[in-house]
């Protein structure tokens, strides 16, 4: 009974050392896994919304801008006049000067800052990169008019869409009928009418 007993105790102790041991090196590993995650690359404003329009396949509506030669020199301009520094690493941080140097950099060049872009300037640099970036509100489809394209490619820029009431040819009838037409961009619901598809099969679809 007493050789059990000490037996018993002996085990416990072992396996209470061995789950210590085991905790021991788990912990080493989770720390050691932390230490070798690489930290985030940071990233511009302007390179996110890139990439997220490139997803997106289409630009979303926005005023055109296209910087002049002297924006640095207005910049400069505007920031003697509201008393700050013009070196490139100047921060800018006071709220109050934040909103006049940003609103009289608008009135000057005819340009808002986006709310998306806001927080991320923080320095005078920061404001004149901001400025020297073009904004175009050109599709890819139109900017193709613009490019060398090879010769045995033809683009037809003026497509047509089809719309029961001025495709007659038969009687308004469409290949796909389950199919609508729905122009959805600002831009072009003038030039190209959509309509609405109703289900032929919806009726046959409601008897039950």
């Known amino acids: 009974m007493a050789a059990l007993i000490r037996h ?6 072992s396996s209470s050392t061995f789950l210590a041991v085991n905790t021991t090196s788990l912990r080493y590993d989770i720390t050691r896994f932390k230490t070798k995650k690489r930290p985030k690359e940071k990233t511009s404003r302007l390179e996110d919304e890139k990439m997220s329009l490139s997803c997106k396949g289409f630009l979303r509506y926005q005023k055109e801008y296209n910087p002049p030669e002297d924006v640095c020199d207005r910049i400069n301009k505007i920031c003697k006049t ?9 921060k ?10 940003f609103l009289a950099c608008e009135e000057e060049l005819q340009h808002p800052i986006t709310n998306a872009v806001l927080c991320y300037i923080e320095t005078i640099g920061d404001l004149k990169n901001y400025y020297k970036t073009p904004v175009g509100n050109v599709t890819p489809l139109d900017a193709m008019r613009s490019m060398d394209l090879p010769k045995n490619l033809h683009i037809n820029y003026e497509y047509v869409r089809f719309h ?6 038969f009687n308004g009838q469409t290949a ?12 072009y619901k003038k030039k190209y009418p959509g309509h609405y598809q109703d289900n032929p099969f919806l009726d ?5």
């Not at 800018?92 to 006049?100: K, T, V, Y």
């Open 8 to 13: 018993g105790f002996n085990s416990l102790k």
């Open 82 to 90: 509201q008393q700050i520094s013009t070196v490139d690493e100047t």
């Open 92 to 101: 800018i941080e006071d709220p109050l000067q934040r909103f006049n140097l």
């Open 164 to 169: 029961p009431d001025t495709d007659t040819l």
């Open 176 to 187: 796909f009928p389950k199919s609508s037409n729905l122009v959805t961009g600002l831009k």
């Open 204 to 208: 046959n679809m409601l008897k039950v």
